[in-house]
């Protein structure tokens, strides 16, 4: 079967590991030899209910998530969990901490259903860090944070901590690096970089945290209803379930997040070094809070930007632009993304520094595709 032959730095939906699109390519013809795709089965059959049953512990098992949490696949994307989250338990106020653009989505929802209390904010610095925040005496009914800023290219790597819950929206590095579920109430996080194809959400939540609503929710907003129906209360993306349970197979396969952990921080690594080194690249994050997912830099001489984009698609390297407000360039190294792509850009960095110094024009070769 054929395979993608570029080197695909998307910010997501993104790449996925090559043997996990064959075998869903496989399954929408014939899943398992049933003469039937995956497509076209009922979700309520033994067989999909065994592949979601088994996605939920892969999950578990991946994240050693403790018994006393439930692991639930919801719609929506992150998105939606921008106002489920403040419509579960906002009841006095919700504490933000507003580190980027997906910070600030969030905030804007939650503002729809009461008090929101901004405990930090990078805003000043066009959110290129993470802001200390003392949370000792926040009375929030919840801090609410973003693990790894998308656009920004800043992660978290300490986590706040206070005797209120913590929610995390982890949509872009979940499944990259190690975490103690404990230190979160509730995380939650879109299919689309690190578990599959876009059209599934997860969330980590702690029962204790269920417990405390005490107020009548519309069902498919409500997580109870998702708990005490196995997230099978309407048809769940029965698809995208299947491949994030293929995709959690490879990564466990791969000696699972402990593993592609080291090999994360390999690659952010590489392509850090040569952005510092390369006279001609500058990083865009605080140094202490770069991100191993997506990593933001941008061209010195800002002509060079779209010569550097079209250089770099020449050598099959796609999805470096930046975001359109932060402009520049975004390397997203998810899972998926081997080492080798990662030395692939760095070279092209290489050689276009060189070709810029030998003040050549590139070339109609270089830019033919
Ligand atoms: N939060 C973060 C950190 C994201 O990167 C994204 C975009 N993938 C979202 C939320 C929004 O996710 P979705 O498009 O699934 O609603």
């Known amino acids: 079967m054929e395979t993608t032959k570029k080197h695909n730095f998307g910010a997501g939906p993104c790449i996925l590991p090559t043997s996990v699109m064959q075998q869903a390519a496989t399954a929408v013809i014939n899943w398992n030899d049933s003469g039937l795709s995956i497509l076209e089965v009922s979700h309520r059959s033994p067989e999909f209910e065994s592949v979601i049953l088994k996605t939920q512990l892969l999950v578990r098992e991946l994240l050693k998530v403790p018994d006393d949490y439930s692991v639930l696949f919801l719609q929506g994307g992150a998105s939606t969990q921008f106002s489920m989250v403040p419509l579960n338990f906002l009841t006095k106020k919700g504490a933000y901490l507003d580190t980027g653009y997906f910070a600030r989505k969030a905030i804007k929802e939650a503002a729809y259903y009461g008090h929101v209390e901004i405990s930090a904010s990078s805003g000043d610095r066009e959110y290129n860090y993470i802001p200390d925040c003392d949370l000792s005496k926040c009375d929030a009914d919840y801090i609410h944070c973003t693990s790894n800023n998308t656009i920004e290219g800043t992660e978290i790597f300490s986590f706040p901590r206070s005797g209120v819950p913590l929610i995390c929206d982890m949509s872009s590095d979940i499944f990259s690096r190690v975490i103690n579920v404990r230190d979160f109430d509730l995380i939650y996080a879109g299919a689309q970089k690190n578990m599959g194809p876009a059209g599934m959400t997860l969330v980590i939540v702690k029962n204790g945290l269920l417990d405390k609503i005490n107020k009548p929710l519309p069902s498919m907003s409500d997580y109870r209803i998702f708990k005490d129906n196995q997230s099978m209360f309407n048809t769940p993306p029965v698809f995208s379930i299947y491949v994030a349970m293929l995709n959690m197979l490879w990564l466990k396969d791969n000696g699972g997040v402990e593993a592609i952990e080291q090999l994360n921080i390999r690659k952010a690594a590489r392509l850090y070094a040569e952005i510092d080194r390369n006279p001609l690249f500058a990083g865009l994050a605080g ?83």
């Open 287 to 369: 140094l202490a809070h770069r991100s191993r997912m997506n990593v933001t830099f941008r061209a010195v001489e800002p002509a060079h930007e779209r010569t550097f984009l079209d250089f770099a698609l020449g050598r099959g390297i796609v999805g470096i632009k930046g975001y359109r407000t932060v402009g520049g360039f975004r390397a997203s190294l998810y899972n998926a993304l081997p080492l080798e792509s990662v030395e692939v850009l760095v070279k092209a960095m290489q050689d276009f520094e060189e070709l810029m110094k030998s003040n050549m024009k590139v070339s109609d070769t270089e830019l033919t595709y």
